[in-house]
C-alpha cells in the first residue's frame, strides 16, 4: 500500500488508439528445428506472426523461466498449463524479499491466492506526517473489503508449487550466464550451478524475473536503472502490543525516516515487518531505519527482532525490456511502481501476460516465436495498460515526496474520506472507481490548497526542529 493520491491515479485506466534430468541436455547436443511452411488449410484467423514462424518438429517449444518469485512462478505456471515445456529456476526457495506483502483484493481472486495464505486483514491504515499529524485512513473500505498481508516466502512458495502442479520442472540452482545464439532459429544456452556440478540447458525462450540483479537482464545489455534500497526488521511484539497492530497497517514519511519515500509497519502472523527505503541515500539507510525504530518506539519496545532483510528495488522500467527471444518480468524489467512501491501484483501480472503472449504468438507451443511477436503481443500490451500509470506516479513522487512541507500536505489531503474511497476502489481492484466531476474538482482544489498552506507549516516544522 501506499500514499493515498498515488495509488488512485495508479490504477487510472488509459485510453490508446491503438526435475526431470532427462529434460536437461548439455549445450554441445544439437538442437533440431525444422523449418515448415505454414499449410495453407490453416484458418486466416491466426496470428500474423505464425505466417512467419515455423512450426516445430516433433516438439512444443522450451521456455526458460530464471526466478521463482511471483513474476517467474505466474509466468511458469501459465507456460506449462499451456502446452509450453517449461523449466523454473530458482536458487534460494527457502530466502524471502523484504517487502511489505500487501496485496489489492483483486489479487486473491485473479491469481486464485488461497485465504489461509493470508497473514492479517487490514482495515484501518494510520498515515503519519512529519510533524506527527495522524491521518486515519480506510475509514471507506466496506465491511468484506481489506489490505492482504502476506509474507513472501509463504506467497513465493505456494506459486513455485502451483507452477509446478502445472507441469514446470523447478530446478534449484543458480543460473550464471546465458548464451546467445548465433541464428534466428539457435538455441539460448542456459548454465547453471545445481548440486556442486555444473549443468547447461538449452532453451528457445527466456523469461528474466529475477530481480532488480537480473543477471538475464546483464545477458541481453537491457541497461542500467536507479534503484531503491528496502531495509526491514520482522520484530515479535509481547502478545499486548501485538493486539495493537491485529488490522493495522501504518507508514510514516518525514526526512527523518527517508528523504524519498515513507517507512512502514505491516503486520504479519505472528511479528511485525518494520522497514524503511530510499533511492538518493542509501547508505544512510540504517539511519532512516533507526529513524522510524524511534518513531515507534513506544508501540515496539520489548519487541525481539528476528530477521533483518534488505534488497534493492527498482525505481523505473528497463530501457531494454525484450531482446530477440528474451523478454523480462517483474522487477527484472523495473515493474515497481513509484510513490507507493507496490511490485508483487505488477510482477505476477507481468509474468502472468508475457507467458500468455508466448502462448498465443507459438499457438500454444506448436511454433517458434520471434522478438516481433514478444513485443507485440506483451510489451506493447504491458506498455498500453500500464505505461502513462509509472509516467504519473513519477511525477507525484516528486511533487509529494521531495521534503517535509510536501509530505505534510500529502497527509492531509488522505483525511478527505472522498480521497480514501476513490483510493481504495481503484487500489484493491485496480480499475478506475466510479467518480464524482465535483468531487474531483474539489480534490484537485484542496491538493493546491494543501501544498500552498503546507508550504508554511511545513517550514514552522523544520523550524521547530533546529
Known sequence: MAAAISLY????????????????????????????????????????????????????????????????????????????????????????????????????????????????????????????????????????????????????????????????????????????????????????????????????????????????????KAGDYSCAIAFQERIKLPEEKMEYYQDLAEMYVGNDVSPDFYAWVFPKCDHVAVGTGTVCSKQNIKLYQRGIRERVEPKISGGKVIKVEAHPIPEHPRPVRIRGRVALVGDAAGYVTKCSGEGIYFAAKSGKMCAEAILKASEGGLRMISEEDLRREYLKEWDGKYLVTYRLLDLLHRVFYGSNAAREALVELCGNEYVQRMTFESYLYKRLAEGDGWEDAKMVFNTFGSLIRCKIVGRDVQALRV
Open 9 to 220: 491515479l495508479q490504477n487510472k485506466p488509459h485510453h490508446h488508439h491503438h526435475h526431470h534430468l532427462s529434460s536437461l541436455f548439455s549445450s554441445s547436443l544439437p538442437f533440431s528445428i525444422k523449418t515448415t511452411p505454414l499449410s495453407t488449410s490453416k484458418p486466416s484467423s491466426l496470428i500474423i506472426s505464425s505466417i512467419s514462424n515455423p512450426l516445430l518438429s516433433g516438439r512444443k517449444l522450451r521456455a526458460a523461466v530464471i526466478g521463482g518469485g511471483p513474476a517467474g512462478s505466474s509466468a511458469a505456471e501459465t507456460l506449462a498449463a499451456g502446452g509450453i515445456e517449461t523449466f523454473l529456476f530458482e536458487r534460494s526457495p527457502a530466502s524471502s524479499k523484504p517487502c511489505g506483502g500487501a496485496i489489492p483484493l483483486c489479487m486473491l481472486e485473479e491469481f486464485s491466492i488461497p485465504p489461509e495464505l493470508v497473514d492479517r486483514r487490514v482495515t484501518r491504515m494510520k498515515i503519519i506526517s512529519p510533524s506527527n499529524l495522524t491521518v486515519d485512513f480506510g475509514k471507506t473500505l466496506k465491511p468484506n473489503e481489506y489490505i492482504a498481508m502476506l509474507r513472501r516466502e509463504v506467497l513465493d512458495s505456494f506459486l513455485r508449487r502451483r507452477a509446478e502442479s502445472a507441469g514446470a520442472t523447478a530446478i534449484t540452482a543458480l543460473v550464471t550466464s546465458l548464451d546467445l545464439p548465433s541464428s534466428p532459429a539457435s538455441p539460448y544456452v542456459i548454465h547453471y550451478n545445481a548440486g556442486g556440478s555444473r549443468h547447461s540447458l538449452a532453451v528457445d525462450v527466456v523469461i528474466g524475473a529475477d530481480g532488480a540483479n537480473s543477471r538475464v537482464a546483464k545477458s541481453i
